[in-house]
């Protein structure tokens, strides 16, 4: 059973991630751009969530282990939003993140993958 | 990873099922891997300390498994900038052999599906990164809301 995983999201974590991955889509970077958006303000990349997912799943394993893992069905339901944290949890083949007011954000299924497809490639 | 370069914008008019980007060669850096240990706190030693990541099977420090996605956004958008507006939907993972850094890895893409209506402009993209001697990263399947191309 891994234990939940907590992340409190800033604007500045997500302009330093923009600058990591060179994502500098004004929706995570740009709030007065954002603000004018239909989402109303900046939201996270989706990449930097699924960082968490990963780190979550790692969590107390060395990192290797991951090798055969797979996420399928990962869905965004809900933007991630600075100044919010965000809880990542899971069991029995599922994970999910949750905003503190108890929202799920996104969903996904944990499954061991194909050995086989992971050496053939 | 460098400031974005002024690249010629990814339109979805430029799009169609099929289409592939890459091979293209990229290492993660030392550099890269710090800032991802500052951004996440995510600091397990295999990633920077090499003594460790020896003790458990590793030629070097191995690379996030946290970057993946970021590796496989950059397979299509390596040569490429995303116009404004565009946001991932959904992904599909498989994680594999782990790759070392400062290993000259592989990314790739391939465009598998499209699906345009008044409301949405989804794309479906198939990426992959592969380590210096050719094992499977990562496998990530993209499930993106394209931009609208201006006019």
Redesign the interface.
């Known amino acids: 059973m891994r234990p939940d995983l907590v992340k409190q999201v800033s604007q500045a974590?997500m302009e330093?991630?923009g600058?990591?991955?060179?994502?500098?889509?004004?929706?995570h970077v740009d709030p007065d751009?954002a603000q004018g958006?239909r989402y109303g303000g900046t939201?996270a990349h989706?990449?930097?969530v699924?960082?968490?997912l990963?780190?979550w799943?790692?969590a107390g394993r060395?990192?290797?282990m991951?090798?055969?893992?797979?996420?399928?069905?990962?869905?965004?339901l809900q933007p991630v939003r600075p100044g919010t944290s965000y809880r990542v949890r899971g069991g029995d083949g599922r994970v999910e993140i949750v905003r503190e007011d108890g929202q799920v954000v996104l969903t996904a299924l944990v499954s061991e993958?194909d050995q086989e497809?992971?050496s053939n490639? | 990873m460098s400031v974005t370069k002024a690249l010629p914008p990814l339109r979805l008019a430029d799009l169609f099922v099929g289409r592939r980007f890459g091979p293209d060669p990229f290492i993660v850096t030392p550099s890269i891997v710090e800032l991802y240990m500052a951004i996440t706190g995510d600091r397990h030693p295999a990633y920077h300390d090499r003594k460790e990541a020896r003790r458990l099977g590793h030629a070097a420090p191995v690379v996030p498994f946290g970057l993946v996605a970021v590796l496989a956004r950059r397979a299509y958008l390596g040569s490429y900038r995303m116009l404004p507006g565009g946001v991932m939907a959904g992904q599909d993972i498989t994680f594999g052999t782990p790759g070392v850094v400062g290993d000259t890895l592989s990314l790739s893409a391939e465009i598998t599906r499209i699906d345009v209506t008044e409301i949405r402009r989804a794309v479906e993209l198939r990426c992959e990164t592969r380590t210096g001697d050719g094992q499977l990263l990562a496998r990530v399947t993209i499930d993106a809301r394209w931009p609208e191309d201006p006019e």
């Open positions: 974590m330093r991630w600058e990591l991955s060179e994502d500098t889509n004004p929706l751009y958006s939201i989706g990449h930097m699924v960082a968490w990963t780190e799943l790692r060395e990192p290797g991951l090798r055969g893992l797979r996420l399928r069905r990962l869905r965004f993958g497809e992971v490639g």
